[in-house]
């Protein structure tokens, strides 16, 4: 495959955009050097951390998969993803320098600000499309095909409307600053465009959404295993998303929480790609039940430690306040103390109540192999243990036969040997 010229060009094609991708991010950073947007050397860090982050994992994942699997499109669109992405960095930070920190002090600034009015919708939209040809690069019957259609249809139409309509560049957040290349002209039907192609956009990738739960009823096998890293990614970032939205409404907003928010929110984001990029790789795909298991007995344990502590620790509190009328530090310490004991029990409950809820094929094969063991200690007839061993197999790893075969002792090998020589001595005529 190496030698195949096709395969040559977009292994090149693919690096070389992921080449350009990380030149542009190098660039991105040089200019924040040399025009910082913050005072604050910290936050500015920090947002260029996460740029960088969510920039090179869409790239490079892009790069891997478009370089191995050329005929699956969902590489190519994580590259178009990662370098529109750092472009909208680019010019964001460019046009915020030019418009805001210090106005004037650079040329083009209404024309950075125009593109990143436009370029966001171009870096995150294709994701219905992820959806809609993961696994294989193709949907899940050509009758998907007219949903893959209208979605191209509608984001051409929303990034053109966007792009020409006259008026402030509001997704760029310029509300004062007007397009500097809207047609007036076409205000109007640029308006309607614009409002047909957004609810089209959604409508489109609400279909692709339920199209991969199609493709997961109707898969078996490895098919099965690579959707179920993708709506494991997915579910982390809604988990995020709910507890952002959460966070938000019950705390206080202040700098450090929103950059904590912001930071996981990336995080989740980033699990998106790598783990499409595991399964169409094929690389430790068959470690994703392993993964889902872990995740929720640590998460409900997590969970359910942290609720025991925070109650104990009021409930501990208001008793020793009411009979002491002050507070003391060992409700703390023996909150901690109480957790760090729940741990190992609570885990086991948990579990096994995992196991018996959503793994119950593993769950009773582990319960017939424990029985057979405690059964293994006190049977002594072999036939028995023989019919037993074969039940066992049949109910843990359900094969269409089995058979069993024991091995005889060396001494009635030896004999039946000795008897298969004298008859072959018989036959001969020796005696």
């Known amino acids: 495959m190496i030698g195949n010229p096709s395969f040559r060009f977009s292994f090149w094609l693919a690096w070389s955009l992921w080449a350009l991708t990380v030149a542009l991010m190098g660039l991105t950073v040089l200019f924040t050097v040399m025009y910082p947007l913050y005072r604050d050397t910290a936050s500015n860090a920090i947002n260029f951390a996460l740029a960088i982050l969510f920039v090179a994992t869409f790239g490079t994942v892009g790069a891997l998969i478009a370089s191995r699997r050329p005929e699956n499109p969902i590489g190519w669109v994580f590259c178009g993803m990662g370098l529109a992405l750092v472009v909208a960095v680019f010019f964001g930070n460019y046009a915020q320098y030019s418009l805001v920190v210090d106005p004037g002090a650079l040329p083009w600034a209404k024309s950075a600000a125009w593109v990143g009015n436009w370029i966001w919708l171009v870096a995150l939209s294709p994701l219905g499309f992820i959806l809609l040809l993961f696994p294989d690069g193709r949907p899940p019957s050509p009758r998907w095909r007219i949903v893959a259609r209208l979605q191209i249809a509608a984001l051409a139409g929303w990034s053109v409307s966007q792009a ?108 998106v790609p790598i783990a499409a990029g595991v399964a169409i790789l094929k690389y430790r795909l068959y470690e994703i039940d392993a993964i889902i298991n872990r995740t929720l007995v640590y ?94 197999v049949g109910e843990t790893v359900r094969p269409a036969h089995a058979r069993l075969w024991l091995r005889p002792p060396a001494r009635v090998r030896g004999e039946e040997r000795r008897a298969e020589m004298r008859e072959n001595y018989r036959e001969r005529g020796v005696s």
């Open 164 to 271: 020409f309509a006259p008026g402030p560049l509001v997704n760029a957040g310029y509300e004062s600053v007007e397009n500097p290349y809207g047609i007036e002209a076409l205000g109007g039907l640029f308006k309607v465009v614009g409002t047909i192609s957004g609810f089209l956009v959604l409508a489109t990738v609400i279909a692709s959404a339920f199209s991969i739960l199609v493709r997961f009823l109707r898969s078996r096998g490895d098919e099965r295993r690579q959707i179920k890293w993708v709506a494991y990614a997915g579910g982390l970032v809604m988990l995020v998303l709910v507890l952002q939205l959460g966070v938000e409404t019950a705390l206080p907003e202040t700098d450090l929480l929103v950059e904590v928010l912001t930071l996981s929110l990336v995080a989740a984001l980033c699990t």
């Open 299 to 392: 998460g409900l344990l997590t969970f359910s430690l942290v609720l025991v502590y925070v109650g104990s620790v009021v409930l501990l509190r208001g008793l020793v306040f009411g009979f002491t009328g002050r507070s003391s530090q060992l409700v703390v310490v023996a909150s901690t103390l109480a957790v760090a004991a729940l741990f190992g029990p609570l885990r086991r409950r948990v579990q096994g109540f995992i196991d018996r809820r959503f793994y119950r094929e593993k769950y009773d094969a582990a319960k017939t192999l424990e029985a057979f063991s405690a059964r293994l200690r006190d049977e002594t007839d072999l036939e028995a243990l023989g019919g037993g061993l074969l039940e066992v």
